[in-house]
């Protein structure tokens, strides 16, 4: 097993990043590789779920593997595991807590990231969601980019190099791996090899997970995953009357809301039990009174730092709800159209087919195109609930 196990379907890409690594490792033992095969920006760019995040991980474990054969990468050594795991010591992850990452955030990370790696090989910083920084935190990181320590790599995903997700003037610098959807099989077999996931299941998941790796194994493993799915899907042949547009709102709304309680409740109480232990809980002796009262504002600034992240977390869930709704509507089209082309739900057929009976081609589309200006609508911060209510009085009467 390798670190590129973790990378599903990118057979390109992980060619250019194992050539990357042995570059890497040439210059880290004092040689010099061919000009341009490593360099210390790349970005990381493919649609959700085309696993950017996973990429990076393991280019990071490459990079950090202290294996003494040629290929670094082993995924058995210590830089491997903790690269892959989070807890190198020189490998720093920023995922954004809210719907951003602010400058000051980012100005704390070029700071770290100037220093020497602790390890003597590199220092990777792999920001997540790198369309998500604001203004001045994109210029924080251009001045690193633009100037960057000699051990110092920098990683960043973003669904596309367009200016709207990454600035012109960081991309320049940075060396692009685009990566596409992974195909069902691909999926399907590493479900099975990673995951242990039973082969029917794996081939189920990888067939309605709309080519997102994360999504597949969710599906696989999640029970009320999949219970969420089919409450979204059954949606659509729900609204029979102007009643039902308000149940199935709610039902949409209570999913997203169920989905971020579920995925943070955990680390939520584990940040906070850590919090007060290091504040002095639980503790006795002379100051222990003093530093309890001292921990409100933390525990108030934590507080505030997971509502946020509970909003990003209610947001997405929101969105991959409204995909697969999307992704309903273009299958009935699919069916009304005659057309051959793969359905992105085969397990509803029947349902797509009934749609497809009772719908026009039009009255399909202004459903379709109505569940995509609910995406576009929360993206622009117009409250969850409105943008879905408007939605759904759309899907109702066609």
């Given at each position: ?39 210390h920006?790349w970005?990381?760019?493919?649609p ?19 294996a003494?054969?040629?290929r670094?990468?082993?995924g ?9 795991h ?52 994109a ?13 110092t790599?920098f ?24 990566l ?7 999926i ?12 029917e ?10 080519g ?26 729900a609204l ?6 308000f149940?199935?709102a ?113 009255s ?14 929360i ?10 209510e ?9």
């Amino acid at each position: 097993m390798s670190v590129w196990d973790e990378v599903v379907g990118q057979p390109d890409a992980v060619a250019t990043l194992s050539a990357a690594a042995e570059a890497a490792a040439m210059i880290v033992a004092g040689g010099t590789p061919a000009p341009g095969v490593m360099t210390h920006a790349w970005l990381f760019t493919g649609p959700p779920g085309s696993g950017r995040s996973s990429t990076a991980r393991a280019f990071a474990g490459a990079l950090e593997c202290v294996a003494t054969d040629d290929r670094p990468g082993c995924g058995e050594c210590s830089g491997c595991r903790t690269s892959l795991h989070g807890t190198h010591a020189d490998v720093r992850v920023v995922a954004p807590e809210g719907l951003s990452i602010s400058v000051a955030e980012m100005r704390s990370l070029v700071q770290i990231s100037a220093r020497r790696p602790t390890s003597g090989r590199w220092q990777v910083v792999i920001i997540e969601d790198a369309d998500r920084l604001t203004e001045g935190a994109a210029n924080a990181l251009l001045k690193a980019v633009e100037e960057p320590p000699a051990r110092t790599v920098f990683l960043l995903c973003a669904p596309s190099d367009h200016p709207d997700d990454v600035s012109v003037t960081i991309r320049s610098r940075c060396r692009l791996v685009s990566l596409g959807s992974p195909r069902p099989a691909a999926i399907a077999s590493a479900l099975e090899a990673v995951d242990g996931v039973a082969p029917e299941v794996a081939q189920w998941a990888a067939s309605v997970c709309g080519g997102h790796v994360g999504r597949a194994r969710r599906l696989a493993v999640d029970e009320q995953a999949r219970a969420r799915r089919e409450a979204v899907l059954r949606i659509p042949l729900a609204l029979r009357k102007p009643a039902d547009v308000f149940t199935c709102a709610d039902e949409l709304i209570k999913a997203a809301e169920d989905d971020a309680s579920t995925a943070n409740e955990a680390r939520n109480e584990a940040e906070r039990e850590a919090l007060e232990t290091a504040m002095g809980a639980g503790g006795t002796g002379k100051g222990t009174a003093a530093a309890t009262r001292g921990a409100k504002g933390a525990l108030k600034d934590l507080e505030k730092r997971q509502k946020s992240r509970a909003t990003r977390t209610q947001r997405d869930s929101l969105d991959m709800a409204l995909v697969d709704l999307a992704g309903f509507y273009r299958d009935a089209l699919v069916v009304k159209s005659g057309s051959e082309a793969a359905l992105m739900h085969p397990d509803r057929d029947g349902d797509s087919r009934t749609a497809a009976a009772q719908w026009s081609e039009e009255s399909i589309l202004r459903r379709l195109e109505a569940v995509l200006a609910c995406r576009e609508a929360i993206e622009v911060n117009v409250k969850p609930r409105i943008a879905v209510e408007a939605m759904v009085t759309t899907l109702h009467r066609g």
